[in-house]
Every structure is written in structure tokens, then in C-alpha cells.
């Protein structure tokens, strides 16, 4: 067997395999024998069937089974012993001119292109600068939180006039342009939720309304024309709620409001777990304690978006991108050109930067302990519970769901990489400049949104 490799430039290479029959016959012979062992065939007892008929029935899928598995292990074996770091998987290089007979005779020529990982420097230094920003929790945003928790745990009732964010039950019936009933037109008995109506005027309109009064709506202006939401309203489709141009009648049948729940003791036991606080000055200072350790998390992830940034205007260096792209479409059959074309920019950014962390964590011996991914699943099944409720799960719970989480490949595989980019842009953060500065909430979400 000959193994060599031929680099065509810096980020790609073909490697050539040349395979002899000395070089598989001997796991051809075994794999043939061993099948004859398990074989069970008509007119012949289980595990008597000669290895001559066995060659003769199955020998040529056999040759190819085993052809393969020696070029897999070949291939990787290769790959290990010249450490090479290649982007993707090798890909087969098809030569139409070779032909073979598969007669167990063959010599083989196999020829795999390989992408190569760039070679760079990791050079950043305190000379480069980002900002981490403390974000206030302002009387506004800690106002607004309350509110919900107490909307949360509030109680349903149905007053005779609507109000601000009532949810309004009713008829919708379609018109025609002069205001009559359009024949065969929609017609749909449905709710309007008061908070999600975005013209004010029309908001204006809904308020102060009681059971069976009736007006005119607008609904394409009263959702901004959002052909989502009033898809929704309508329960109609999508396309056909964005041509929408008719007025309807909107008929109320019922009020709903929900009622915030009362600031008291029951309520903050709910909130916080029994006894926690038992004044209302506690319980907001708990809820301020709960917000600005969600907006240091929202303030690290503006850091951590930064740094991707920096790292990647920083360190510039080339892909093997015509390979990539090819081997992308290789391993996603259903993968169109279009959305090849369309995602491959965001692709190569996100191989660059998991290129610069390995580069870190392996100059730097930084290290992914077994603790660091438990932790950090932790933290992700709590987050997903207190989106559902405030109160904490116990911690042999969520440990417990924690392991049973990571007993999953993907699961583990995705939280062991997000596990090792925490490790890196720690480690980042102690060797570039970090201004800090301080922003209210409403400032820090324009700054996120622009």
C-alpha cells in the first residue's frame, strides 16, 4: 500500500491511496468466512456453508465492504500520523477514465481532496478595547416587571366596559366598500387582544366598549399590516390576510380582562418561595437583584458578540471555500444551491471563529472539565424553567435533569463546544482592555437592535 499527498496550494491537497491485493485479500478471505459461519442457506446446515459458495454468491459486495472499511481506516490512520488538520471530511475525487473488474485482483488507485485548516496568530493584546456595559434597572423596567408577574399570577374577569389591554371577544364580518355586508366575504368570531392593537386611534376606538356594541375596524391599519396578526385574527392564510384591503364589523360578545394579582403575602410566597420577603420594599428589591442578573447576562452576551466581531476583523485569514462548499452539498443532499449561496457567509464565519478558540485552548492548555459542562447545562435548564415560572427547581433536580440531558450525544456534543467558548472568551477578556459603562435598559435594547 502507498499513501502520498499532493497539496494543489495552501488550503487544499489530494491524497492518493494505492491499494494491492495483498493488501485486502487477507480481510476479504476472513470477512467471506466469517459470513459462511453465520450463514444459513437452503441445503446446508447453519455455519456449513463452504466459503467457495459464499464467494461466489457474495464475494463482489463483500470485496467492496471491505475495500471500504481498509480506505476508511487507511485514510484517518494517515491523516492522524501526519497530523494533519483538514476542514470538513475527504471528499472522493471520481476518476471516469479507471475501471476495475473487482475479479479480487485489482489494484486500486483511490485519490480524496482534503480542505487544509489556514495556519494564523492569535495576537490580541490590551491595545485592543471593548465595552462592557453595566445595564440600570431603572424604575420603568422594574415597574414593567412587576407587572407582568402580577398579570401572571392575576385572575380572569369580565368587566362591562374594556379598558386598556382587556381582550376583546367578538364577530368580525367583511365589508364591501360601501359598508355593507361583502357576500361570501370572511366572517369569524375570534379575540382582540387591546395590547397588541398598534394604531391608537383604533385602540381609542375599543375602549370604553360593552357587550353587543358594535364598530367599524380597520384591521390591516390596527396591526400595523402585519400579515401574521391578522392571519391569526381571520384564521386565514398568511398570503391571503397580506392583500387584505376590507374594513370589518367587529360585533362584542365578551369582555376579558386579567386582573393583576394583589401585592401581598400569598403573592410574594408564590413568586419567591414561602417566608423569602414579607414586605413589598423586599420583594421589589429581590426582583431587582432577579433583573440585574438577567441584564449581566444580556450584557455579556453584547461582550461576547463583540468579541466575535474583534476576533474576526482581527485575525484574517482564507478557507478552502470552493471545497467546503462542494463537501456541504456532498453531506446535505437536500442542501439548494440558493441556500448554499445564501448561508455560506455565516458558515465560514462560524468555522473561523470555532478555528481561532481550538487555536486558543490549545496555545493557552486551557481545559473543558466534565464540572464546567454539567454547570453549564444546569444553568440552561434552569433558564428554560423560570420562563415558565420564577420560582427555582431544587438543585438535586436539576442536576438530576441536567444528566439525564447529556446522556443524549447532541445535547452533549452542543454544550461541551458552548462550554469551551465560555472558556475562551474568559480568557479573552483578561488580556484585551475592557471599558466599562454604564446604560439604562431601553438604551442597551436600541444599542442591540441597531
Same mark, same amino acid.
Given at each position: 500500500?502507498?499513501?502520498?499527498?499532493?497539496?494543489?496550494?495552501?488550503?487544499?491537497?489530494?491524497?492518493?491511496?494505492?491499494?494491492?491485493?495483498?493488501?485486502?485479500?487477507?480481510?476479504?478471505?476472513?470477512?467471506?468466512?466469517?459470513?459462511?459461519?453465520?450463514?444459513?442457506?437452503?441445503?446446508?446446515?447453519?455455519?456449513?456453508?463452504?466459503?467457495?459458495?459464499?464467494?461466489?454468491?457474495?464475494?463482489?459486495?463483500?470485496?467492496? !465492504?471491505?475495500?471500504?472499511?481498509?480506505?476508511?481506516?487507511?485514510?484517518?490512520?494517515?491523516? #492522524?500520523?501526519?497530523?494533519?488538520?483538514?476542514?470538513?471530511?475527504?471528499?472522493?475525487?471520481?476518476?471516469?477514465?479507471?475501471?476495475?473488474?473487482? @475479479?479480487?485482483?485489482?489494484?486500486?488507485?483511490?485519490?480524496?481532496?482534503?480542505?487544509?485548516?489556514?495556519?494564523?496568530?492569535?495576537?490580541?493584546?490590551?491595545?485592543?478595547?471593548?465595552?462592557?456595559?453595566?445595564?440600570?434597572?431603572?424604575?420603568?423596567?422594574?415597574?414593567?416587571?412587576?407587572?407582568?408577574?402580577?398579570?401572571?399570577?392575576?385572575?380572569?374577569?369580565?368587566?362591562?366596559?374594556?379598558?386598556? @389591554?382587556?381582550?376583546?371577544?367578538?364577530?368580525?364580518?367583511?365589508?364591501?366598500?360601501?359598508?355593507?355586508?361583502?357576500?361570501?366575504?370572511?366572517?369569524?368570531?375570534?379575540?382582540?387582544?387591546?395590547?397588541?392593537?398598534?394604531?391608537?386611534?383604533?385602540?381609542?376606538?375599543?375602549?370604553?366598549?360593552?357587550?353587543?356594541?358594535?364598530?367599524?375596524?380597520?384591521?390591516?391599519?390596527?396591526?400595523?399590516?402585519?400579515?401574521?396578526?391578522?392571519?391569526?385574527?381571520?384564521?386565514?392564510?398568511?398570503?391571503?390576510?397580506?392583500?387584505?384591503?376590507?374594513?370589518?364589523?367587529?360585533?362584542?360578545?365578551?369582555?376579558?380582562?386579567?386582573?393583576?394579582?394583589?401585592?401581598?403575602?400569598?403573592?410574594?410566597?408564590?413568586?419567591?418561595?414561602?417566608?423569602?420577603?414579607?414586605?413589598?420594599?423586599?420583594?421589589?428589591?429581590?426582583?431587582?437583584?432577579?433583573?440585574?442578573?438577567?441584564?449581566?447576562? @444580556?450584557?455579556?452576551?453584547?461582550?461576547?458578540?463583540?468579541?466575535?466581531?474583534?476576533?474576526?476583523?482581527?485575525?484574517?485569514?482564507?478557507?478552502?471555500?470552493?471545497?467546503?462548499?462542494?463537501?456541504?452539498?456532498?453531506?446535505?443532499?437536500?442542501?439548494?444551491?440558493?441556500?448554499?449561496?445564501?448561508?455560506? @457567509?455565516?458558515?465560514?464565519?462560524?468555522? *473561523?471563529?470555532?478555528?481561532?478558540?481550538?487555536?486558543?485552548?490549545?496555545?493557552?492548555?486551557?481545559?473543558?472539565?466534565?464540572?464546567?459542562?454539567?454547570?453549564?447545562?444546569?444553568?440552561?435548564?434552569?433558564?428554560?424553567?423560570?420562563?415558565?415560572?420564577?420560582?427555582?427547581?431544587?438543585?438535586?433536580?436539576? #442536576?438530576?435533569?441536567?444528566?439525564?440531558?447529556?446522556?443524549?450525544?447532541?445535547?452533549?456534543?452542543?454544550?461541551?463546544?458552548?462550554?469551551?467558548?465560555?472558556?475562551?472568551? !474568559?480568557?479573552? *477578556?483578561?488580556?484585551?482592555?475592557?471599558?466599562?459603562?454604564?446604560?439604562?435598559?431601553?438604551?442597551?435594547?436600541?444599542?442591540?437592535?441597531?
Amino acid at each position: 500500500m502507498n499513501i502520498s499527498q499532493e497539496k494543489t496550494d495552501n488550503l487544499n491537497a489530494v491524497i492518493k491511496i494505492n491499494i494491492d491485493a495483498q493488501d485486502y485479500q487477507a480481510r476479504v478471505d476472513k470477512a467471506i468466512k466469517d459470513q459462511a459461519k453465520k450463514a444459513q442457506l437452503p441445503g446446508f446446515r447453519k455455519g456449513m456453508v463452504p466459503a467457495g459458495h459464499i464467494k461466489k454468491m457474495y464475494g463482489k459486495s463483500i470485496l467492496v !465492504d471491505e475495500i471500504n472499511n481498509l480506505l476508511s481506516d487507511t485514510l484517518n490512520n494517515y491523516l #492522524n500520523e501526519q497530523q494533519l488538520e483538514v476542514l470538513g471530511q475527504p471528499l472522493p475525487k471520481v476518476d471516469e477514465t479507471k475501471e476495475y473488474n473487482w @475479479d479480487f485482483n485489482d489494484n486500486f488507485e483511490f485519490n480524496y481532496e482534503v480542505g487544509l485548516a489556514p495556519e494564523f496568530a492569535v495576537n490580541f493584546s490590551a491595545e485592543d478595547t471593548l465595552t462592557k456595559y453595566k445595564i440600570k434597572v431603572d424604575d420603568e423596567t422594574l415597574a414593567s416587571r412587576i407587572k407582568n408577574l402580577r398579570r401572571s399570577y392575576g385572575k380572569m374577569t369580565n368587566p362591562d366596559v374594556s379598558a386598556d @389591554d382587556d381582550v376583546l371577544f367578538g364577530e368580525l364580518v367583511q365589508l364591501s366598500e360601501d359598508g355593507s355586508v361583502f357576500e361570501g366575504g370572511i366572517t369569524n368570531t375570534s379575540t382582540i387582544r387591546l395590547d397588541q392593537v398598534q394604531d391608537e386611534a383604533i385602540k381609542a376606538s375599543l375602549i370604553g366598549l360593552k357587550k353587543d356594541d358594535v364598530i367599524e375596524l380597520d384591521i390591516q391599519k390596527a396591526f400595523n399590516n402585519e400579515a401574521a396578526r391578522v392571519a391569526a385574527v381571520l384564521k386565514i392564510e398568511e398570503a391571503a390576510a397580506a392583500d387584505l384591503q376590507s374594513k370589518f364589523r367587529f360585533t362584542v360578545k365578551n369582555i376579558n380582562r386579567l386582573e393583576e394579582s394583589d401585592l401581598d403575602q400569598a403573592f410574594f410566597d408564590k413568586i419567591l418561595g414561602e417566608g423569602t420577603v414579607t414586605t413589598e420594599e423586599e420583594f421589589k428589591a429581590k426582583i431587582t437583584e432577579e433583573l440585574e442578573g438577567m441584564m449581566e447576562q @444580556d450584557a455579556d452576551r453584547k461582550l461576547q458578540a463583540d468579541m466575535y466581531t474583534l476576533a474576526l476583523e482581527k485575525i484574517n485569514f482564507e478557507l478552502p471555500d470552493e471545497f467546503l462548499k462542494r463537501w456541504l452539498k456532498a453531506t446535505n443532499e437536500k442542501l439548494s444551491d440558493e441556500e448554499l449561496n445564501g448561508g455560506y @457567509d455565516e458558515f465560514a464565519k462560524n468555522l *473561523k471563529w470555532t478555528l481561532i478558540g481550538n487555536k486558543v485552548v490549545k496555545e493557552n492548555e486551557l481545559e473543558v472539565k466534565y464540572e464546567d459542562v454539567l454547570d453549564l447545562a444546569k444553568q440552561r435548564i434552569d433558564a428554560q424553567f423560570r420562563m415558565y415560572s420564577p420560582q427555582s427547581i431544587s438543585e438535586d433536580q436539576l #442536576n438530576q435533569y441536567a444528566v439525564q440531558f447529556l446522556q443524549d450525544k447532541e445535547n452533549a456534543n452542543r454544550i461541551f463546544e458552548e462550554a469551551k467558548s465560555e472558556k475562551v472568551f !474568559d480568557y479573552l *477578556k483578561g488580556i484585551v482592555t475592557l471599558n466599562e459603562q454604564e446604560i439604562t435598559f431601553d438604551e442597551f435594547s436600541k444599542l442591540v437592535q441597531a
